[in-house]
């Protein structure tokens, strides 16, 4: 069972990037997913969360409006565009999932699988 994370980097403040966590040796259909972020010096931090259809999804307000989690199951794979980016959004992001999640506690952070995560830097 593995999550991968991939397609940060470097930024501009204003800038975009899409992020992917790819699943391997799951189904991710079953499962709610997240992303988490930890900058420096700080602890690690709720984003976003999809449910198991993708038909909702939860924003922490400081990404709201800017950020949007998508997933395709028949890829297993999901989806983080990161538009308008500032510099506080850079930080390490990680992708979670757990199958037991439910909507009222997507924001903690008790999943069950872990991505790697994946650097973003966003340039001022």
């Known amino acids: 069972v593995q999550l991968q994370a991939s397609g940060g980097g470097l930024v501009q403040h204003g800038g975009s990037l899409r992020l992917s966590c790819d699943a391997s040796?799951?189904?991710?259909?079953?499962?709610?997913v997240a992303w988490f972020r930890q900058a420096p010096g700080k602890e690690r931090e709720f984003v976003t969360a999809?449910?198991?259809?993708?038909?909702?999804?939860f924003y922490a307000d400081s990404v709201k409006g800017r950020f949007a989690m998508s997933r395709d199951n028949a890829k297993n794979t999901v989806y983080l565009q990161m538009n308008s980016l500032k510099p506080e959004d850079t930080a390490v992001y990680y992708c979670?999932?757990?199958?037991?999640?439910?909507?009222?506690?997507?924001?903690?952070?008790?999943?069950?699988?872990w991505g790697q995560g994946t650097l973003v830097t966003v340039s001022s």
């Open positions: 979670a999932a757990d199958r037991a999640k439910i909507y009222s506690a997507w924001t903690d952070p008790d999943y069950a699988y």
């Open positions: 040796g799951f189904t991710l259909d079953y499962y709610a």
């Open positions: 999809i449910s198991r259809s993708g038909g909702s999804t």
